[in-house]
């Protein structure tokens, strides 16, 4: 399995506070993905890294932001989370020398 | 802009009868492709990949995929279930020019005994 380590693993939180999901990896891979996983929309590219401090928005990005300050990490902040983002996020890494993305096992996030 | 469409998001076969899940992909420029298996409560697993070599791909667990340009197609098939199968498959296309993947909704396989 690749090296990747999501956490927490579970959360709660409440309508309206900041939540910080980590993804580690130790590839040294050098693209960094976080998707989110809804029935019926499967998984959706809520922003993605290409390097050290680059990244880019996806599909769903509104209402968060994520840092890339190592290689190995790569940060989803949830600015003020709202019921719509109780979801299950997903981590992905892929490097140069890959064409598939390999996954963590995953964030369950809960807002109430 | 890619986007890839799963028809059917339940499929139920027997076990021992063909496996047929279906993927169609639009792409702006030459694709790869991907499907991953994810059981409950886990991550997602690489099952095989199209990468411009051979326009049939096999997999792991018996499973292959076609490559057909002509009708933006690569469905997943397998001659014969079997109830470990049991899972939930997604259907990817990767931009090769940035390395995003997008994903279909995804067909859950039941397998009846």
């Known amino acids: 399995d690749a090296g990747i380590t999501q956490s927490p693993r579970h959360k709660v939180t409440e309508t309206g506070t900041p939540v910080t999901l980590r993804c580690h990896q130790t590839?040294?891979?050098?693209?960094m993905y976080w998707y989110r996983q809804d029935p019926g929309h499967g998984l959706r590219l809520i922003h993605y890294?290409?390097?050290?401090?680059?990244?880019d928005k996806g599909e769903v990005s509104d209402g968060y932001s994520v840092s890339r300050s190592k290689t190995e990490d790569f940060l989803l902040t949830l600015e003020s989370a709202t019921s719509s983002q109780t979801s299950v996020y997903f981590c992905?890494?892929?490097?140069?020398?890959?064409?598939?993305?390999?996954f963590g096992q995953g964030t369950r996030l809960t807002v109430v | 802009a890619q986007s890839v469409t799963q028809l059917g998001s339940h499929v139920s076969v027997s076990e021992g009868a063909l496996v047929l899940l279906r993927c169609n992909y639009s792409?702006?420029?030459?694709?790869?492709l991907f499907w991953y298996v994810q059981y409950p409560n886990q991550g997602l697993q690489l099952l095989l990949k199209?990468?411009?070599?051979?326009?049939l791909v096999k997999g792991i667990n018996g499973f292959e995929a076609e490559f057909k340009k002509s009708e933006t197609s690569f469905h997943l098939t397998k001659p014969s279930a079997h109830m470990s199968d049991a899972a939930e498959y997604f259907c990817?296309?990767?931009?090769?020019?940035?390395?995003?993947?997008?994903f279909g909704s995804g067909t859950k396989l039941n397998v009846k005994p």
């Open positions: 992905a890494i892929s490097g140069l020398e890959n064409t598939e993305a390999f």
């Open positions: 590839e040294n891979h050098r693209y």
């Open positions: 890294s290409y390097g050290v401090k680059d990244t």
């Open positions: 792409s702006s420029v030459p694709p790869y």
């Open positions: 199209y990468t411009s070599a051979a326009t």
């Open positions: 990817a296309v990767s931009d090769r020019n940035f390395n995003k993947f997008y």
